[in-house]
Each structure stands twice: as structure tokens, then as C-alpha cells.
């Protein structure tokens, strides 16, 4: 019903900034409205965790290591869900995925979602 790709991952040094994409592709009848959006991360070694939120009424979601630092927006005309990253620290890097779901909003919890893309590297040096 939905399809996700991550975009805008890369290397960037600690203080850094990145914004990274997920275009979505939704099976008529279902549209941007019908789903909720969120963004994980999942450094090696450890298990996946829920970044940010945002529900079909817009409210976010943050998970408390990225709150000041990091904004969820989507635009619901291009089906584009964003992560904002700024002043980037070494601990952020991960694989980022984006996910979806229609039933349940703003939760950071992976068993929440049923539709995840592929994910986009961001690594950030000291």
C-alpha cells in the first residue's frame, strides 16, 4: 500500500547538518492522509530506535537524545516526509530509516509500523 525511500544520508563532521528525504508511493486508494510517518535509526550493533514522529494531524514527536537538534516535516503534496538534522554528534550516526503506518501516530516504538524503506547511512566524525 505504501513504498519508502530514504535519501540524504552521507558523512558530515560533528556540529554538521544534513536533511534527509523520503519520497512515498501509495496504492490508490490510499494517500498521503492515510498514513502516519516517523523516522528510526539503527547504529551497528544496537537495536533500532525511534527518532521522530509525526501524525496525520502534523503534532511530532522526538525522541529526548534529539529534541532542539532535529525536526520531522512532511509535505503532503510532494508525499515527502523530511528529517531536519542539525549540530550532528558522533552518536547520531546510524542507518535512518523512514516508516509508515495508519493506525498508529506518533509512537517511537518499532513494532508500531508495518512499512519501512531501506534505510540512508549518516556518519558523523569527530
Known amino acids: 500500500q505504501v513504498q519508502l525511500e530514504e535519501s540524504g544520508g552521507g558523512s558530515v563532521q560533528s556540529g554538521g547538518s544534513l536533511r534527509l528525504s523520503c519520497p512515498a508511493s501509495?496504492?490508490?486508494?490510499?494517500?498521503?492522509?492515510?498514513?502516519?510517518m516517523a523516522w528510526f535509526r539503527q547504529a551497528p550493533g544496537k537495536e533500532r530506535e525511534g527518532v521522530a514522529a509525526?501524525?496525520?494531524?502534523?503534532?511530532?514527536t522526538y525522541a529526548d537524545s534529539v529534541k532542539g537538534r532535529f525536526t520531522i516535516s512532511q509535505d503532503k503534496d510532494k508525499n515527502t516526509l523530511y528529517l531536519q538534522m542539525n549540530t550532528l554528534e558522533p552518536e547520531d550516526s546510524a542507518m535512518y530509516y523512514c516508516?509508515?503506518?495508519?493506525?498508529?501516530?506518533?509512537?517511537?516504538?518499532?513494532?508500531?509500523?508495518?512499512?519501512w524503506g531501506q534505510g540512508t547511512q549518516v556518519t558523523v566524525s569527530s
Open positions: 516508516a509508515a503506518d495508519s493506525l498508529w501516530c506518533g509512537y517511537l516504538s518499532v513494532g508500531k509500523y508495518r512499512y
Open positions: 501509495y496504492t490508490y486508494p490510499y494517500n498521503t492522509y492515510t498514513y502516519c
Open positions: 509525526i501524525g496525520k494531524d502534523g503534532r511530532t
